[in-house]
């Protein structure tokens, strides 16, 4: 079944009480997906951790929990996730082991090399311009830093037939791995796309 454009449009920016509602469902469908790209990565206790499109917030006290001596941040384009990520992570946020900014991915407001693991689930497929979110990724990672990507590929005839194109852009798992290398990235596919969604893992290379 398709999904409704206004539906799609809240998944890609919410807002207002719709917005809400679809940010209870997302922490619920997709955490499963979030707990795989994680489980990849590798989180390490010190960790300094970026999750890109951050949303309801919920992977980034997963993420506090297994670096206890680290930092996690989650950027986010919609004002009304990021009020909802930080009032769920509040008492972290005070204790300054996370941080939740209000950002899109082709920006990003941090120094070169800030982080040692970066994390984006299922929001690629709204960038206005894949190869430039994807390096600032890069940018903003140390050398040697870790990216974790799952994304839903154009091999996945049931995802194409169930979002509205206007939205979303489901890209080849080929010309993912082409940008991320061009970005001076070493990447291994750690899921195809065929079944379930693609998951890219990219290491930064050292200078």
């Known amino acids: 079944m398709r999904r409704p454009q206004f539906i799609a449009e809240h998944a890609r920016n919410a807002r207002g009480i719709l917005g809400r509602l679809i940010a209870f469902i997302m922490a619920r469908e997709t955490w499963s997906e979030n707990m795989r790209a994680m489980e990849a990565l590798g989180i ?16 980034l006290m997963e993420i506090a929990a297994r670096a206890p001596r680290g930092r996690s941040v989650g ?24 941080d939740v900014v209000l950002s899109s991915v082709e920006s990003l407001p941090f120094p070169d090399d800030m982080f040692d693991k970066a ?32 994304f839903r590929t154009n091999a996945d005839q049931k995802a194409i037939a169930s ?26 596919v750690a899921g195809d796309g065929a079944n379930e969604p693609a998951l890219l893992l990219a290491t930064k290379r050292s200078a």
Not at 163 to 188: C, K, N, Q, W
Request: charged fraction near 30%.
């Open 75 to 98: 950027i986010d384009p919609s004002e009304l996730m990021v009020e909802i990520a930080a009032k769920r992570n509040r008492t972290l946020i005070e204790a300054g082991r996370i």
């Open 119 to 150: 994390l984006c689930v299922h929001v690629l497929y709204f960038w206005k311009d894949v190869e430039m979110s994807l390096r600032e990724i890069e940018r903003v990672l140390k050398p040697g830093g870790r990216l974790a990507l799952l």
């Open 163 to 188: 979002f509205p194109a206007e939205i979303y852009s489901f890209p080849r798992l080929a010309d993912v791995r082409t940008v991320l290398e061009r970005a001076g990235m070493e990447v291994h």
């Open 44 to 59: 390490g206790q010190t960790d300094q951790v970026l999750d890109v499109g951050c949303g309801h917030g919920r992977s």
